[in-house]
């Protein structure tokens, strides 16, 4: 069943969505099924939503998961949603920002009893960037994630190296997981409708993250200073990088070392070979970044 009348809804409750937020409700619930279908739902999964807005997803999820836990940040959704699945024992709200909230608690006492944890979720379009970021590193506590996200983003996270859209965000979330584009999603889908269209991303976690944990902030900070000038060779952003610090002199041992071309762009490199280079410059003193 559809939301019926979506717009009447929303304003009953006093709830304008917010364009400068990304703000699009799911509707149909055909889609919400469809989504629900590619995370491969049974009774033995735990399901994280985020951001269920007027429960089209939601529907979908219970009928499919073991049990359906909806994080909305907007209280008057909250209390509509409490209301609309009272008397579900397989659904439990929780009001608060996704961004805020102890996720990593939250996640590890769904997964009690045995559950698989699965993330499932269309996420507002202004948070998407940094909710993706603290759910990947999260990746120890979920079986996968099923993320709505504007096409755009969803083609930078499963593109490869040597694409335009291949990028320091690509790498993040690459770094401990896979991702692939599995369904895209139409703006008549949604309430309002968005200009753009939609894409479900799959993400799998790695069993082992390609950036070692004690590394990873360090070596995230080296991609995203070559991806911040992606058109220079990396040789030439490390070279301008280490001027005035002691190991300047070293660079080129770095390189020979771990066998990476200097010459290349930073969208040549795959996660792995960011990792080579990382621990090679780490090997020859490097101690820290600089613009």
């Known amino acids: 069943m559809n939301i019926p009348r979506p717009a009447e809804t929303l304003a009953s409750l006093g709830v304008r969505p917010s364009a400068r937020r990304g703000q699009a409700f799911l509707v149909r619930r055909e889609t919400g099924s469809r989504i629900a279908g590619v995370a491969s739902l049974d009774a033995g999964d735990a399901v994280l939503e985020i951001g269920p807005g ?10 499919a998961a ?4 909806a994080v909305e940040s907007d209280r008057r959704l909250a209390a509509w949603l409490r209301e ?3 008397g579900r024992a397989d659904f439990e709200l929780i009001e608060g920002d996704a961004l805020k909230i ?6 590890r006492r769904m997964a009690s009893g045995g559950k698989r944890v699965k993330v499932v979720a269309n996420i507002p379009y202004s948070i998407s960037g940094p909710l993706i970021a603290r759910l990947v590193r999260l990746s120890g506590c979920w079986a996968m994630m099923a993320l709505t996200v504007q096409r755009e983003l969803a083609l930078r996270i499963a593109a490869e190296p040597g694409g335009k859209a291949y990028g320091a965000f690509t790498v993040l979330c690459r770094c401990r997981a896979t991702a692939r584009e599995a369904l895209t999603i139409a703006p008549g889908a949604f309430y309002p409708r968005p200009e753009v269209v939609s894409s479900v991303v799959v993400f799998a976690p790695l069993a082992v993250p390609v950036f070692p944990p004690a590394e990873e902030e360090r070596l995230l900070a080296m991609v995203r200073l070559l991806f911040s000038q992606r058109r ?4 030439t952003v490390l070279r301008r990088s280490a001027r005035g610090f002691p190991w300047a ?5 770095a390189f020979a070392a771990c066998g990476i071309d200097p010459a290349a ?13 990382g621990e090679a410059l780490r090997r020859a003193g490097w101690g820290r970044w600089r613009t």
Do not use: C, M, Q, Y
Not at 66 to 69: A, L, M
Not at 102 to 107: C, F, H, K, R, T
Not at 232 to 235: A, E, L, T
Not at 265 to 277: D, G, I, K, M, Q
């Open 66 to 69: 073991g049990r359906v836990v």
């Open 249 to 253: 002199g070293r660079i080129e041992e």
């Open 102 to 107: 102890d996720l990593s608690a939250l996640l």
């Open 232 to 235: 220079k060779s990396i040789g």
């Open 54 to 63: 007027l429960g089209a997803l939601t529907d979908a999820l219970l009928g």
């Open 265 to 277: 762009r930073p969208e040549r490199l795959s996660p792995e070979e960011f990792n080579r280079l």
């Open 84 to 86: 609309r699945f009272r």
